[in-house]
């Protein structure tokens, strides 16, 4: 069985920043792809990222969410079994539940529905 639990969210400012982390146990975690996701206060959950390197770097193939491109990075660290969101110049709109999920897909559209295995989700809240 895969386990997926995230840290790192919290209260923070406008403009401010966090580094998110999903932590991953299981059989074969580097067969893993992993994805990061939100849902905002009565709201649909939306695809953030998805698609990082198995070697932690960024590609053609790895995805943002418009509203947060720019400003947002996923990266990995197979030493430490983790998946990081680091979370820069935060904006009100960016509160929610951040969730971290796991796919044996490759190059995947950044949709849940292409996901099997999900964390219980952090709270991220971004308030002044």
């Known amino acids: 069985q895969l386990q997926l639990v995230e840290s790192g969210g919290g209260l923070v400012q406008p403009g401010g920043s966090l580094r998110l982390s999903c932590a991953a146990s299981?059989?074969?975690?580097?067969?893993?792809?992993i994805g990061w996701f939100r849902q905002a206060p009565g709201k649909e959950r939306e695809g953030i990222s998805c698609n990082v390197r198995s070697d932690g770097r960024n590609d053609g193939s790895t995805y943002y969410l418009a509203s947060v491109k720019g400003r947002f990075t996923i990266s990995r660290d197979n030493a430490k079994n983790t998946v990081y969101l680091q979370m820069n110049s935060l904006k009100p709109e960016d509160t929610g539940v951040y969730y971290c999920?796991?796919?044996?897909?490759?190059?995947?559209?950044?949709?849940?529905?292409?996901?099997?295995?999900w964390g219980q989700g952090t709270q991220v809240t971004v308030s002044s």
């Open positions: 999920a796991a796919t044996m897909g490759k190059d995947v559209y950044c949709s849940g529905y292409n996901y099997d295995y």
């Open positions: 299981g059989f074969t975690w580097d067969s893993y792809n």
